[in-house]
């Protein structure tokens, strides 16, 4: 008769765990989709939660399926007290509806969810037409015309639109920097148009161009121009020739030629998906691997570092050499650490970024993204107030205009915010916090641990056959790990050791006895 009590009580605490199984939560997102749609062909992330204990959750749909793929196991483990797993390099691969994502956990007891239905369109693309399409000798006011139009599926979001002018024009009319909130997509270029408009008045304007830049916030950016020609039609000063072949706006001696304009930056787009941009930013920060979450924080910042930036360019021909020189002003409140500048040099300038010569006083590092060419700068901080020039140098004489064919991105990993504006962090340092101080995480093959400050990720250990449950599967702990895991533990077993040894000594100072004659 016990035994059958004892039965019927364990048959009863398993009946009551079993029943205690909640159903996993599967969840779906991804940056700059639309609601109940996903992107085709970028990184989403799918998250399982409800799990209890310890154990394995699987995501099915990778197992069986060639529709979505990632490069992250589709089978991961997870401890005690953790709720939640997430994969965050899932990509779907066809233009699909209504399409789900099931996950399965095997221990302690085997538990299943499915998300909600989304469908996989086609990312926002932009189109863009501007009219005219360049000046001959322009006076007076002259207006301009552009279509934005969305041929993607996706909304094109915070659309960003900045109008550069060269020195000898300005705006009448229209803003240098419009932000259009959205601009809906649809089925085989049949998205939204939206039209601006400017007008512009020339005076004393030189040979040059105008550039528009179009960056909606989860698409690429797509660039116009507008040259602008302008030829001789007086003599040349006396004494000698029109330098530069003839023209308005010639330099002082027969063999310089100078020009400036003050280009208008617009929040940046290109880091996003952009894999040797986000590696050349990894190595000139020295993070190691970083998540795709520390990038879009980068590029959530862009937008607020960018408002607050004034930017200067000028261009400097002579005897043989060209020099392009940009500047850029913080006239903002909130210091940035690690202001980052990504610049896209015109091939009209050079062709390949070994023919050029860099100088980039105050620094912390530069990297060639691209050899045809693109830079990346980092600058450890920048204060308000504080001013940064970027040069760059090639032997051979080049046309004044292209100042207004380079294209400039800035960044930052953190961004103050004051106490003014109550978003002061926990430390007091004021800097935007990316994760909690002690955190750990996988990203992707790097076993990561926040820093103290919450401001980046520390690289512990880079595995060699995986990262799952916050550690490198089948390898030993690198030294870093065990620092972090046991460093107090040692501080703690060194400090009780010293203690000790000096009460033994205190000890046996007492049991010896005076000396006596």
């Given at each position: 008769?016990?035994?059958?009590?004892?039965?019927?009580?364990?048959?009863?605490?398993?009946?009551?765990?079993?029943?205690?199984?909640?159903?996993?939560?599967?969840?779906?997102?991804?940056?700059?989709?639309?609601?109940?749609?996903?992107?085709?062909?970028?990184?989403?992330?799918?998250?399982?939660?409800?799990?209890?204990?310890?154990?394995?959750?699987?995501?099915?749909?990778?197992?069986?399926?060639?529709?979505?793929?990632?490069?992250?196991?589709?089978?991961?483990?997870?401890?005690?007290?953790?709720?939640?797993?997430?994969?965050?390099?899932?990509?779907?691969?066809?233009?699909?509806?209504?399409?789900?994502?099931?996950?399965?956990?095997?221990?302690?007891?085997?538990?299943?969810?499915?998300?909600?239905?989304?469908?996989?369109?086609?990312?926002?693309?932009?189109?863009?037409?501007?009219?005219?399409?360049?000046?001959?000798?322009?006076?007076?006011?002259?207006?301009?015309?552009?279509?934005?139009?969305?041929?993607?599926?996706?909304?094109?979001?915070?659309?960003?639109?900045?109008?550069?002018?060269?020195?000898?024009?300005?705006?009448?009319?229209?803003?240098?920097?419009?932000?259009?909130?959205?601009?809906?997509?649809?089925?085989?270029?049949?998205?939204?148009?939206?039209?601006?408009?400017?007008?512009?008045?020339?005076?004393?304007?030189?040979?040059?161009?105008?550039?528009?830049?179009?960056?909606?916030?989860?698409?690429?950016?797509?660039?116009?121009?507008?040259?602008?020609?302008?030829?001789?039609?007086?003599?040349?000063?006396?004494?000698?020739?029109?330098?530069?072949?003839?023209?308005?706006?010639?330099?002082?001696?027969?063999?310089?030629?100078?020009?400036?304009?003050?280009?208008?930056?617009?929040?940046?787009?290109?880091?996003?998906?952009?894999?040797?941009?986000?590696?050349?930013?990894?190595?000139?920060?020295?993070?190691?691997?970083?998540?795709?979450?520390?990038?879009?924080?980068?590029?959530?910042?862009?937008?607020?570092?960018?408002?607050?930036?004034?930017?200067?360019?000028?261009?400097?021909?002579?005897?043989?050499?060209?020099?392009?020189?940009?500047?850029?002003?913080?006239?903002?409140?909130?210091?940035?650490?690690?202001?980052?500048?990504?610049?896209?040099?015109?091939?009209?300038?050079?062709?390949?970024?070994?023919?050029?010569?860099?100088?980039?006083?105050?620094?912390?590092?530069y990297q060639i993204v691209e050899a045809d060419p693109e830079?990346?700068?980092?600058?450890?901080?920048?204060?308000?107030?504080?001013?940064?020039?970027?040069?760059?140098?090639?032997?051979?004489?080049?046309?004044?205009?292209?100042?207004?064919?380079?294209?400039?991105?800035?960044?930052?990993?953190?961004?103050?915010?004051?106490?003014?504006?109550?978003?002061?962090?926990?430390?007091?340092?004021?800097?935007?916090?990316?994760?909690?101080?002690?955190?750990?995480?996988?990203?992707?093959?790097?076993?990561?641990?926040?820093?103290?400050?919450?401001?980046?990720?520390?690289?512990?250990?880079?595995?060699?056959?995986?990262?799952?449950?916050?550690?490198?599967?089948?390898?030993?702990?690198?030294?870093?790990?065990?620092?972090?895991?046991?460093?107090?533990?040692?501080?703690?077993?060194?400090?009780?050791?010293?203690a000790g040894a000096i009460f033994l000594l205190v000890k046996?100072?007492?049991?010896?006895?005076?000396?006596?004659?």
């Open positions: 008769m016990r035994n059958m009590i004892l039965f019927a009580a364990v048959l009863c605490s398993i009946t009551l765990i079993s029943s205690a199984s909640a159903t996993l939560t599967v969840s779906v997102d991804q940056f700059g989709a639309d609601s109940g749609s996903v992107m085709k062909s970028l990184p989403l992330t799918v998250t399982v939660s409800g799990l209890t204990g310890s154990g394995s959750v699987t995501l099915t749909t990778l197992q069986n399926s060639s529709v979505f793929t990632s490069s992250e196991n589709s089978t991961k483990t997870y401890s005690d007290g953790t709720t939640s797993v997430s994969w965050t390099s899932v990509i779907a691969n066809e233009k699909l509806s209504a399409q789900t994502i099931s996950a399965v956990s095997a221990v302690p007891y085997s538990d299943s969810g499915t998300s909600s239905a989304f469908d996989i369109k086609l990312p926002p693309s932009i189109v863009t037409s501007v009219t005219p399409s360049s000046f001959s000798n322009p006076t007076g006011s002259q207006t301009i015309q552009m279509t934005v139009q969305n041929w993607g599926e996706t909304t094109a979001q915070t659309v960003a639109v900045g109008f550069s002018l060269p020195s000898g024009a300005s705006l009448t009319s229209g803003s240098a920097i419009q932000t259009i909130s959205s601009i809906a997509g649809g089925e085989g270029g049949s998205g939204e148009s939206v039209g601006i408009s400017w007008t512009v008045s020339f005076s004393g304007v030189s040979t040059s161009s105008i550039t528009i830049t179009t960056s909606p916030s989860n698409a690429d950016s797509e660039t116009d121009t507008i040259p602008i020609t302008v030829t001789s039609s007086g003599n040349p000063p006396a004494g000698g020739s029109s330098p530069g072949g003839g023209g308005p706006g010639y330099a002082t001696t027969p063999t310089e030629k100078n020009a400036s304009s003050r280009p208008v930056l617009v929040p940046g787009v290109g880091l996003r998906n952009n894999l040797k941009l986000q590696a050349a930013l990894e190595k000139i920060m020295n993070k190691g691997k970083m998540s795709q979450e520390a990038f879009q924080n980068m590029l959530r910042l862009s937008q607020s570092i960018t408002s607050n930036i004034t930017a200067t360019r000028s261009i400097r021909v002579f005897n043989g050499s060209s020099t392009v020189t940009n500047t850029y002003r913080h006239s903002g409140q909130n210091r940035a650490s690690n202001f980052i500048v990504y610049e896209k040099i015109p091939k009209a300038f050079t062709s390949n970024a070994v023919n050029i010569t860099v100088t980039a006083l105050g620094a912390s590092g830079y990346v700068f980092n600058y450890a901080t920048l204060s308000p107030g504080q001013e940064v020039s970027i040069s760059y140098s090639v032997r051979k004489e080049v046309n004044t205009s292209l100042i207004d064919q380079f294209q400039t991105e800035l960044y930052a990993e953190g961004y103050e915010a004051g106490a003014a504006s109550g978003t002061e962090t926990p430390t007091g340092t004021g800097f935007v916090m990316i994760c909690n101080p002690g955190e750990r995480r996988c990203a992707g093959m790097n076993l990561q641990l926040c820093a103290p400050l919450g401001d980046n990720w520390i690289t512990l250990q880079t595995c060699q056959t995986g990262c799952q449950d916050y550690t490198c599967v089948g390898e030993s702990p690198s030294i870093w790990v065990m620092l972090a895991d046991w460093g107090w533990l040692i501080i703690i077993a060194v400090a009780a050791v010293v046996k100072k007492k049991k010896q006895k005076p000396f006596t004659m």
